[in-house]
């Protein structure tokens, strides 16, 4: 009869017994720790459970989405990323087959990143991020998440520039001339903006950086559109649907958009960098995900997102509220995002501006 010996081992198994002829005779054939196979044999097991792990990862992207995905909006509804979103998700339905439902509760830039952050990282819940989310990264010093680390980048959608506007009685009527009134004027012309830390309220920081212009902001819990008409306020870098219409009325006075290129919803209008060169503030809109969403589900939503932004009527739709179609692969658009949460951070500390 052989005789057995017991081994102990720190596995789940607790011992084993093996035959006295057939004790291990060197590290490599010692049983594993973890589950008391030979480490060669639990390679073959890893390998194996990687293909299956790829296999199945393959198999969810092809079939999604099998259910309705949400794509959350920090901003509140009928505002630019609320529309942006709507046009996106109706075409999105329509082409998947499955629903996708705009969630635009309203809870603000800041706890809809973490609601997606915080998410199952299986494609069914993504986020509308906006510039906010990049100016935000240096804003608040006590977010409960890092926006790039903490997100997965699947597809930039638009750029929307921001129009600068002065009432209609301002004596200045292109930037130039702006810039000399308000050097001989220093102190003395005020800037409105939707709030501290604002997007409307950096691209004003930009151009008073750049130019060395002193401005006094002022900033709106509401809009501010009822001060300016009347001039009580002199100037505002303005979202063009807000003040398209009083522009093209002629109540207001466009004197340039802060995009690199001019706008279509106003093409008579003139960029700020034609004499400010390197000056550039467009609000930004792109779809990101949970970090770790399997990178076949990411690259199918990109493609599905590609395809709509070349679509006529999505870039008739975008043209309508001064946006432009703009797409990125999810590697560029990670880069992207990293490179204008850098550029407004530098803004932000230089104009020292803290909100909490």
Same mark, same amino acid.
Request: net charge positive; hydrophobic share 45%.
């Given at each position: ?86 046009? !996106?998700? @109706?075409? #999105?339905?329509?082409? /998947? ?9 309203? =809870?603000? *830039?800041? +706890? ?26 240096? !804003?608040? @010093?006590? #977010?409960?998440?890092? /926006? ?9 959608? =638009?750029? *929307?520039? +921001? ?47 750049? *130019? ?145």
């Amino acid at each position: 009869m052989t005789r057995l010996t017991r081994w102990r081992s720190n596995s789940i198994l607790g011992s084993m017994t093996l035959p006295r002829g057939s004790w291990p005779k060197s590290p490599n054939e010692l049983p594993s720790a973890r589950n008391g196979l030979p480490r060669r044999k639990l390679l073959h097991l890893a390998a194996s459970v990687a293909v299956l792990s790829a296999s199945s990862r393959i198999s969810l992207a092809l079939d999604y989405p099998t259910r309705p995905v949400r794509l959350i909006v920090g901003i509140f509804p009928g505002g630019l990323s609320d529309i942006l979103a709507r046009l !996106l998700t @109706s075409w #999105l339905s329509e082409r /998947f087959g499955q629903k996708f439902i705009v969630d635009d509760t309203g =809870a603000g *830039t800041n +706890l809809a990143a973490e609601a997606v952050v915080r998410a199952p990282p299986d494609g069914y819940t993504l986020l509308m991020a906006t510039s906010t989310d990049a100016i935000n990264a240096t !804003l608040y @010093s006590n #977010l409960k998440f890092n /926006f790039i680390a903490d997100t997965a980048p699947v597809a930039s959608i =638009a750029r *929307t520039p +921001l129009v600068m506007v002065v009432d209609a009685s301002f004596p200045a009527r292109t930037v130039p001339d702006f810039v000399f009134f308000a050097k001989a004027n220093p102190g003395k012309i005020t800037v409105a903006t939707a709030g501290v830390g604002s997007f409307t309220h950096l691209a004003a920081e930009l151009f008073m950086t750049m *130019t060395g212009v002193q401005l006094i902001t002022v900033h709106y819990r509401s809009s501010y559109v009822p001060d300016i008409l009347p001039g009580q306020v002199q100037l505002v870098f303005s979202p063009i649907p807000t003040t398209i219409q009083q522009i093209r009325a002629g109540k207001l006075r466009a004197l340039a958009v802060t995009s690199t290129t001019r706008s279509q919803a106003l093409p008579d209008v003139p960029t700020i960098a034609e004499f400010l060169p390197g000056y550039e503030a467009s609000v930004w809109n792109g779809v990101v995900a949970p970090k770790n969403t399997p990178g076949e589900i990411i690259d199918k939503l990109y493609k599905k997102i590609d395809t709509a932004l070349a679509d006529p009527e999505i870039m008739a739709r975008f043209t309508e509220v001064g946006s432009v179609p703009k797409s990125m692969t999810p590697a560029d658009f990670g880069k992207f995002i990293a490179e204008d949460t850098e550029k407004w951070r530098k803004v932000i500390e230089a104009a020292r501006i803290r909100v909490d």
